[in-house]
């Protein structure tokens, strides 16, 4: 018969295990390292190379900002990945949409996004409330959160130039001490109702609180912006739903 002690440890381990596998079942690969399986996009614009997917190119400039987005939407989660730029010229962007629905009969899509990657500093203030110190430079966008491209065009500064927002600029020197420039770096996106953080390598970029209703679910999307040449990186896509 059993004693107390070992029913004890053994109850213990089987509720350790059970946690365990139900945190790994929960969890779900949007890529397979392998494939585009599982994603709608141009074949064009995105490929796979080394366990990782690839938009842009470092022989030709992409003329259109092309998006990869997932089958599947998701409403409350945390996403992580990693991305990283190939590319001789810093001023290269690219994104991580989410709770997003590609806009009918155009290339863009609509909702948020984990932006990565530079932008003009002169560029911050024209879409934000922030203003850069030194507005001549490039900006480090890395872990701010933007939302474009929703029908109602009033949520953004200036949508006769763009329909777009950066809701959370993130500080420029915390960035700049987080980032490998050239080299991986992990992105973590927690969407959880109205509340939205976005961390880059473990450190908190963003924190927002959404007042305005706006869709709460949607698909992620990987975004190769207009320009170059240069190559967007991204792999390691996983998603963990969070209970109700």
Request: charged share 20%; proline share 5%; glycine share 8%.
């Amino acid at each position: 018969m059993m004693s107390h002690t070992l029913k004890t440890i053994a109850f213990v381990c089987t509720a350790a295990c059970l946690m365990s596998c139900s945190s790994q079942t929960d969890e779900v690969q949007l890529f397979n390292g392998t494939s585009l399986d599982g994603w709608e996009g141009s074949d064009t614009a995105f490929r796979v190379e080394q366990a990782a997917i690839v938009g842009g190119s470092l022989e030709e400039a992409l003329p259109e900002t092309r998006y990869l987005c997932s089958l599947e939407e998701f409403d409350n989660y945390n996403l992580t990945l990693s991305a990283k730029f190939e590319t001789e010229d810093l001023g290269v962007n690219g994104g991580i949409s989410f709770r997003a629905q590609r806009v009918p009969d155009y290339y863009e899509v609509m909702g948020y996004q984990a932006d990565v990657g530079f932008l003009p500093s002169n560029v911050v203030p024209t879409f934000s409330d922030a203003m850069p110190a030194d507005t001549t430079g490039l900006y480090p966008i890395w872990g701010s959160l933007v939302d474009e491209n929703r029908v109602d065009t009033s949520r953004y500064p200036n949508p006769d130039i763009f329909p777009v927002i950066i809701l959370n600029v993130a500080d420029q020197a915390q960035v700049e001490g987080l980032i490998e420039p050239r080299d991986w770096n992990e992105v973590s996106v927690t969407a959880n109702g109205p509340a939205i953080e976005i961390q880059i390598n473990g450190v908190t970029t963003t924190e927002f609180m959404e007042d305005t209703d706006v869709d709460t679910s949607g698909k992620i999307c990987l975004q190769a912006h207009a320009g170059g040449p240069y190559e967007v990186w991204y792999k390691d896509i996983v998603l963990t739903p969070l209970g109700e």
